[in-house]
């Protein structure tokens, strides 16, 4: 855990010393290209139905969802730096039965790669998979079983492969050697079999294997877009047939530069969990605004061969 936290500081404090040199631009010669880039996005979004006297049935209901979305990256000569921030939290108050927790991810990644072919890097990175708060069987409901909390499970995955990224569209990473911490820091969770755990009482176990992640993101049509994530993950150490495989979708309408509505979908499948195809789907329309300071290099015309001229 001391070497994460010296990992985290560190690159924080990396990336915050690179956004001074860029703000000092007195200091230095402008450049008319942004080696950093920085394409963000911020959304709140609202759920509610009212019911009176409706014969068909139903409950009063409201809820929320709050995301933050960020890509920051850095692209220089032969220099690729891709840092991802997601979070998302949201609840459902729902009459007669209360508060229930809808959304709660907590993903960062970073991957630093250098080139050696065309679109194709040799990488290092890192990546930390967690929630914010507890969850909780029988649809969320507080007083039932607890089953997951903040790092409880948390994922920390770092191992060194290829990459392969031939525009901001399209990114495949491969790490043939890769090690993945499981933490559980809840003590009412240590228990064995909880989410690989050898023993009662243990905090982490650690993995070590091969870890495959993809990003393919779509243009549908005008303000329609769907992003494609997927994930494969196989520990060398124990039952390397027992895949840990992910996929996410998400469907993006934009109505205006403020509103927007999101379409999710979710599937997990780790025997470490549960041994059983996890699904999460969710739709929410509300307020959004994205953050973008500028071309990317790899959007430049002159930087894409893979478009005949």
């Given amino acids: 855990m001391k070497k994460f936290l010296f990992i985290l500081l560190f690159y924080l404090g990396f990336f915050s010393h690179a956004q001074v040199v860029i703000i000092d631009t007195a200091a230095v010669p402008v450049d008319t290209i942004k080696h950093w880039s920085v394409l963000g996005k911020q959304a709140l979004m609202f759920n509610q139905a009212a019911f009176s006297n409706w014969v068909g049935g139903g409950a009063n209901n409201v809820g929320w969802l709050a995301s933050v979305d960020y890509n920051i990256t850095y ?18 108050d729902t009459k007669g039965v209360g508060v229930r927790k809808t959304q709660d991810v907590i993903n960062i990644s970073t991957n630093y790669g250098r ?78 079999g909880n989410y690989g755990l050898k023993a009662d009482g243990d905090t982490s176990l650690l ?37 840990v495989l992910a996929y996410g979708m998400v469907l993006n309408l ?50 894409q061969w893979w478009i005949k001229k």
């Avoid at 690729?80 to 459902?92: C, K």
């Avoid at 005008?222 to 994930?231: G, K």
């Avoid at 059983?276 to 307020?287: A, D």
């Fill in 115 to 192: 080139k050696f072919f065309k679109s194709w890097y040799l990488s290092v990175g890192a990546g930390l998979q967690s929630q914010f708060s507890a969850g909780y069987e029988d649809g969320n409901n507080p007083e039932a079983k607890k089953i997951s909390n903040f790092m409880a499970p948390g994922y920390l995955n770092v191992g060194m492969g290829i990459t392969y990224r031939p525009n901001d569209n399209v990114n495949v990473t491969l790490r043939p050697t890769n090690a993945r911490w499981a933490f559980v820091l809840d003590k009412e969770l240590q228990l064995a």
């Fill in 207 to 243: 993995q070590f294997g091969f870890l495959g992640t993809a990003y393919y993101k779509v243009k549908l049509m005008e303000n329609v877009n769907i992003t494609n994530t997927a994930s494969v993950f196989s520990n060398y150490l124990d039952h390397p047939e027992r895949l």
């Fill in 254 to 303: 934009k109505v205006n530069k403020f509103i927007s509505s999101n379409i999710t979908v979710d599937v997990l499948y780790d025997h470490n969990q549960i041994k059983r195809t996890q699904l999460k789907q969710t739709l929410g329309v509300g307020l959004a605004y994205t953050l973008n300071n500028g071309v990317k290099r790899s959007d430049r015309k002159d930087s």
């Fill in 75 to 92: 692209e220089k000569d032969n220099d690729l730096w891709e840092n991802i921030i997601l979070l998302n939290y949201g609840q459902n």
